[in-house]
């Protein structure tokens, strides 16, 4: 698709309106972003959006490499949606990555559920804009946003690794929105076969 993402399943998530767990958006254009190198741009990547790295591997660009089965639910205040992203990714990756998110009283739930023969090397990857702060305990981040909005507490199962990494930004279309930098938390899911993460406002 013209001036695509490799972002199949990625989310946002916002408190009082302003984003938490982001998508970071699109850069100033060059001569690369039309280009065939246009997939060497981070903010292009799969990587840099809320998805998961399959065996290592990143999404791949082209009408072949797309989600299947995908179903939304809006009921109210409840909203579901549901997805298999296997085939957003290279041929071998996971026979199957199904992708379920839901809203429900004011609670974001995202669970991944998948088959694959390739046991090591999976992440699950969460861009956030504001400061994080992860917790001893090693399964809680508590992230305050930018312009004061509520903080959110994201939770993954005990005994998950997390890594945070920091991007510092200096293209003036990205620092006009996020400052000068983002993050992206990456949770160690390798040898597993499913994984739960939920996100909450604290109260004032």
């Known amino acids: 698709e013209h001036h695509n993402h490799n972002d199949v399943g990625s989310f946002v998530i916002a408190s009082d309106g302003v984003p938490v767990v982001v998508d970071v958006g699109r850069p100033t254009y060059t001569r ?23 065996g290592g591997r990143q999404q791949n660009p082209g009408p072949a490499y797309r989600a299947r089965d995908v179903t939304v639910d809006i ?11 296997a085939g957003a990714y290279p041929d071998g990756s ?4 199904r992708r379920h998110v839901s ?3 004011g609670r974001v ?10 046991g090591a090397a ?8 504001g400061s994080v702060d992860v917790d001893d305990s090693g399964a809680r981040a508590r992230v305050v946003p930018l312009e004061g909005a509520a903080s959110v507490v994201v939770r993954w ?13 200096e293209d003036p279309l990205l620092t006009d929105v996020w400052g000068t930098s983002l993050y992206r938390l990456e949770l160690d899911i ?14 004032p």
Do not use: C, K
């Open 190 to 203: 390798s040898h597993r076969r499913d994984v739960v993460v939920t996100f909450e406002t604290l109260p």
């Open 94 to 97: 996971a026979s199957s990555w």
């Open 109 to 118: 739930r995202v669970a991944d559920e998948w088959r694959s023969d390739v």
């Open 103 to 105: 809203f429900v009283d």
């Open 157 to 169: 199962p005990v005994g998950v690794r997390s890594t945070l990494s920091r991007r510092d930004l």
């Open 75 to 85: 009921d109210g205040a409840t909203v579901e949606w549901s997805a298999d992203l």
């Open 32 to 54: 690369q972003t039309f280009g065939p190198d246009r997939y060497d741009i981070w903010t292009m990547q799969s990587a840099w959006h809320n998805t998961p790295v399959i």
């Open 122 to 129: 999976h992440r699950w990857h969460l861009v956030l804009a």
